[in-house]
């Protein structure tokens, strides 16, 4: 008897697919090994008259979409933004990460980079161009965090690196370089990466820092993720940066004011109108010097703290501690407070710190204070959050997501001493200074200060579904399709749509990783 020909195809059977709406179904999935793809199981059967000759019985466990972590600042010893002069050692550690986090359910990450020497960029930037190592994750593009941030909400970026864009646009290209800033397609295109090709990119900037305003536009126009992150805008600001472009907040409730009443900031954008008015909102271009100039003057009498002890340490933890009340808001205040018709000048920084001026227009002209009962609609945007219960409290996890669920992606933001496997104990960091571990928390060797944490994104997801209350599949979402969602390639991406990648995670039912797949084969799988 002729032996059974294999058609590439592989059947996953007896198990939960996560839906694009939270839900779990039992359902069969196909998928083309050879070409890597998921299939339209019933219409691949009507076109090709068989069957898959591959059955794999998951045994009622949950047959999910790989995850996407965006935002990533290393693993397993190798860090993104440490360039040490050759190409090759840096692809090797590239190759690596992508190698070893499969073990965690991830098939797709966004390496990212902390603020650099402006020579370093245009380095780094292309050897971070979309690449796909054998056997491994998926490298989808770069994520620039910084250099344009505010420097009170720097956390772990050299404050001497830290700049305005002054010329706008045309300063992002200054340091980015102009050929990794071009349309999204002259991009893919201009290097070796193979046809169809996911790549993307993603610019974390702070929207009130001179010049970040009348650049989100531009970027977004070229196919670039533009983030708001390390900033204290106030909400109106936020509001403006969105309706200029911006589609995502950079790791939630860290490198930000914390949340108010009466100016909630950035995190108030989860909770902001699908309906703004015109009275309430502006959407300016470019954003007003005598406000920069004023926040610059303020911030010098603000009372704040530091702990030397945790310099340049975690990325997304606040070296310098502000409260509710910014300085952005006193000096958008003091300029708004020049401008009303009593003919007073404009306050100074120390007098604008008692102001109670209302919130409302940032501008005051005579025709913007009229009535108008238009108004303009508003999509909130995708917000990035660390849910390793250390970075953010368990509540405020909930509270977000409660406030904006569809938004939701969850990230790891991990530095090089991730590693699952990694013992409890004293690591060496850099620049001499060693860490302790101890479960998923690091500390600064020899005393009780935090200084990050190890979580993996299979973790996260765990964490979410105990700090929130959602189910699993409601969990997996927000590590596969919002993520996909943001970056625009969930047709590719994050979900289990025919014709996207057979990247996929098998997950028991709590959560934990049994074994991984990218592009139709299996990469990884617990032993």
């Known amino acids: ?25 039992e359902k069969d999935v196909w998928i083309d090994e050879r070409r890597g793809v998921i299939l339209d199981a019933q219409r691949t059967f009507f076109l090709r008259k068989e069957r898959p000759n591959t059955i794999i019985d998951l045994g009622g466990n949950i047959l ?29 550690g590239l190759k690596l990460v992508a190698e070893r986090i499969v073990e965690t359910g991830v098939t797709s990450l966004v390496p990212t980079i902390i603020t650099q020497e402006k020579a370093f960029y245009p380095k780094l930037l292309n050897l971070l161009r979309p690449w796909s190592p054998p056997h491994a994750a998926h490298l989808l593009g770069w994520h620039a965090e910084g250099p344009f941030l505010q420097m009170s909400k720097r956390g772990a970026h050299s404050p001497a690196l830290i700049i305005p864009a002054s010329e706008g646009f045309k300063s992002f290209e200054s340091i980015y370089s102009p050929e990794n ?114 926040l610059n003057a303020s911030m010098s009498s603000l ?7 945790i310099d340049h340490i975690s990325e997304a933890f606040d070296e310098i501690k502000t409260p509710p009340q910014t300085p952005m808001l006193l000096a958008e205040q ?9 003919g007073k000048l404009m306050a100074s920084p120390d007098s604008a710190a008692i102001a109670a001026i209302p919130l409302g227009s940032r501008q005051s002209s005579e025709s913007e204070l009229k009535k108008d009962l238009t108004t303009i609609l508003f999509d909130r945007p995708f917000y990035e959050i660390i849910v390793d219960g250390i970075h953010s409290h368990p509540n405020s996890v909930r509270l977000a997501y409660s406030a904006h669920p569809d ?17 409890d104990g004293v690591h060496d960091w850099r620049d001499g200074r060693r860490f302790y571990k101890e479960g998923d928390k690091l500390y600064v060797e020899g005393t ?80």
């Open 334 to 342: 003091a300029y708004r407070k020049s401008l009303l018709p009593t």
């Open 181 to 294: 800033l071009v349309e999204a397609e002259d991009w893919l295109m201009s290097g070796d990466t193979l046809h169809n090709t996911v790549g993307v990119r993603i610019i974390t900037a702070a929207p009130e820092v001179e010049g970040v305003m009348e650049a989100i536009n531009e970027a977004s126009k070229r196919g670039i993720c533009f983030n708001i992150g390390h900033s204290m805008a106030t909400t109106d600001i936020a509001t403006a940066a969105v309706r200029n472009g911006a589609r995502c907040i950079t790791h939630l409730f860290n490198a930000m004011p914390q949340l108010h009443h009466r100016d909630p900031s950035i995190i108030g954008l989860l909770g902001a109108s699908p309906y703004l008015s015109p009275s309430s909102s502006s959407a300016f271009l470019p954003f007003p010097s005598a406000i920069i100039s004023a």
């Open 64 to 92: 999910s979409p790989g995850f996407i972590d965006i935002q990533i600042n290393g693993g397993f010893g190798f860090d993104f933004s440490v360039y040490e002069g050759d190409d090759q050692t840096y692809r090797d």
């Open 448 to 527: 009780t200060t935090l200084a990050g944490s190890v979580v993996t994104l299979d973790k996260c997801v765990r964490n979410f579904v105990r700090y929130t209350g959602c189910s699993i599949g409601q969990a997996i979402v927000c590590a596969t399709y919002n993520p996909a969602r943001c970056l625009n390639i969930e047709n590719k991406k994050g979900t289990l749509r025919a014709g996207a990648d057979a990247d996929l995670v098998v997950l028991d039912r709590q959560g934990n990783v049994l074994s991984t797949w990218v592009k139709g084969k299996m990469v990884w799988a617990k032993k």
């Open 303 to 309: 009372p704040i703290t530091k702990d030397p002890l």
């Open 1 to 25: 008897m002729a032996a059974t020909i294999s058609n590439d195809l592989i059947c996953f059977t007896n198990c939960l697919l996560p839906q694009e709406d939270g839900g779990l179904i």
């Open 407 to 423: 938004g939701c992606i969850l990230i790891t933001d991990a530095m090089k001493i991730l590693d699952p496997h990694l013992k």
